[in-house]
Structure formats: C-alpha cells, structure tokens
C-alpha cells in the first residue's frame, strides 16, 4: 500500500535553532501535502497546505517565516522550524494526498516528536 | 469545512463490538466519510471510507445513514490493540490544491481486557 514516510522521528534542538522535517510519498505523487501540529492529549491542527511547485497556504495564526514548508517534487515537502523555541515543542505530523479526489485514502506520516530544550 | 462531531470517549470490553458515532449535519452531497484512527505517538492511519452505501473492509464496517447526517463506524471484535482515537472526517469528492482538511476532537476508545 501507500506509505508516507516522515523524518525524523524525533528531535531534541537547542532554542534558536532550526530543524527541518522530511515528508515523502514513497509509491505515489503528492500533490497535495498538509502539515499538522499536535499537542499532548488534543487533535491535530493544521498548520498549511502546501501544493508542488507554489507557495504553502498557511492557516490562520501559523507565522510563514517561522515555518518554511517547501514543496519541491511530487513525493517530497519538508518542514522548517526556524529559531526554535520551546513552546514550538510538539508532534508534527505530515500528510500526503494523491492527485485526485476526495474519493481516495490520506496517507500520514509517523510523526515527529521535536523538543526545544 | 463540513463540520463533524463525535463523543469524546467510549469504552469497550475486548471481543465486543464497538459502535463510533459521528455526526455530520451539514454534509453535502459529494462529501464523502473518512475514518482514521491514531495511536499513541503516530501518525493518523486510514480506516475506512464511503459516500452513501455502508461499507466492509477488514477492519471495520462503515454504516451509513440514509440521509448522509451521521454515521456510524463497527469495530465487530474490539481487541487492545484497537484502543485511539478515531476520527471521522468529510472529505469533498472533487479536492481542489486549495481544498483544507482539518480535524476534529475524535473519539478516544479504551478497550478493556
């Protein structure tokens, strides 16, 4: 089946620094990718949508420069946290959509777990 | 986004069926019905998924109602390692790259041995 593969699995960083996150599609084009953040004991946010080959569309409230998605190829997005803080601390979770419609499985990534100490 | 809501919790006994709800009163008509579960520190996986017919898959049954306003998600025997949080969520048939997809709370299912 479809696999979304997200790296790493986890992460502990310095504050101030940056830490990129990987998400790639391994047997399928991506068209779609959405990047979500969970905090202990509540449900995923949403955080962008990035689409291949244009600019990520970032939901309300999620600083663009603060979280650089980019959305190179059809089967990798990556995840920036620049200046890492701890309060940025959490599980980031990616998710791949295939070309087409509703109709179709999303497909996640494992998770990272990022902690800025 | 077409709203969706769902108990918080539920619990069950292992080799019992579990029966999810979920409400979606303001789907539309090409909204289809996704299930996703997700354990503890993962990633949400797929479940199930289906438009207007119930649907069987080898993990679950799917029921729908006859008027698409809320359904319902059957795990027929319950085991430990079905303990997430499952979550229901609509998804449009014709996905536009602008097309969010956002989660609600999900139901955190406890499965008691």
Redesign the interface.
């Given at each position: 089946g479809a696999v979304?593969s997200?790296h790493p699995s986890w992460v502990i960083c310095k504050s101030g620094t940056s830490v990129k996150i990987e998400c790639r599609s391994l047997d399928f084009q991506a068209?779609?990718m959405?990047w979500?953040r969970q905090f202990p004991k509540q449900?995923?946010?949403?955080m962008a949508?990035s689409?291949e080959g244009?600019k990520a569309?970032y939901?309300q409230g999620v600083e663009k420069d603060k979280f650089l998605i980019n959305h190179a190829s059809l089967t990798l997005s990556t995840l920036t946290v620049t200046s890492a803080h701890p309060e940025d601390s959490s599980?980031y979770?990616?998710?791949a959509?295939r070309a087409?419609?509703?109709?179709s499985?999303?497909?996640?990534?494992?998770?990272t777990?990022l902690t800025v100490t | 986004d077409a709203k969706t809501t769902q108990p918080n919790s539920m619990e069950s006994n292992e080799e019992e069926p579990v029966h999810l709800p979920c409400n979606h009163s303001t789907i539309s008509g090409t909204d289809y019905i996704h299930w996703y579960r997700q354990l503890p520190s993962q990633g949400p996986e797929y479940v199930i998924h289906g438009l207007t017919s119930n649907v069987n898959n080898r993990m679950a049954s799917l029921a729908i109602a006859e008027d698409r306003k809320s359904s319902t998600l059957i795990l027929h025997r319950a085991t430990l390692r079905d303990a997430a949080v499952y979550y229901c969520i609509l998804r449009d048939a014709i996905e536009t790259s602008g097309s969010r997809l956002t989660f609600g709370e999900g139901t955190q299912l406890t499965v008691n041995p």
């Amino acid at each position: 089946g479809a696999v979304v593969s997200q790296h790493p699995s986890w992460v502990i960083c310095k504050s101030g620094t940056s830490v990129k996150i990987e998400c790639r599609s391994l047997d399928f084009q991506a068209t779609t990718m959405f990047w979500y953040r969970q905090f202990p004991k509540q449900s995923l946010m949403l955080m962008a949508t990035s689409n291949e080959g244009s600019k990520a569309t970032y939901e309300q409230g999620v600083e663009k420069d603060k979280f650089l998605i980019n959305h190179a190829s059809l089967t990798l997005s990556t995840l920036t946290v620049t200046s890492a803080h701890p309060e940025d601390s959490s599980f980031y979770i990616c998710s791949a959509r295939r070309a087409g419609t509703g109709s179709s499985p999303l497909h996640f990534g494992n998770g990272t777990r990022l902690t800025v100490t | 986004d077409a709203k969706t809501t769902q108990p918080n919790s539920m619990e069950s006994n292992e080799e019992e069926p579990v029966h999810l709800p979920c409400n979606h009163s303001t789907i539309s008509g090409t909204d289809y019905i996704h299930w996703y579960r997700q354990l503890p520190s993962q990633g949400p996986e797929y479940v199930i998924h289906g438009l207007t017919s119930n649907v069987n898959n080898r993990m679950a049954s799917l029921a729908i109602a006859e008027d698409r306003k809320s359904s319902t998600l059957i795990l027929h025997r319950a085991t430990l390692r079905d303990a997430a949080v499952y979550y229901c969520i609509l998804r449009d048939a014709i996905e536009t790259s602008g097309s969010r997809l956002t989660f609600g709370e999900g139901t955190q299912l406890t499965v008691n041995p």
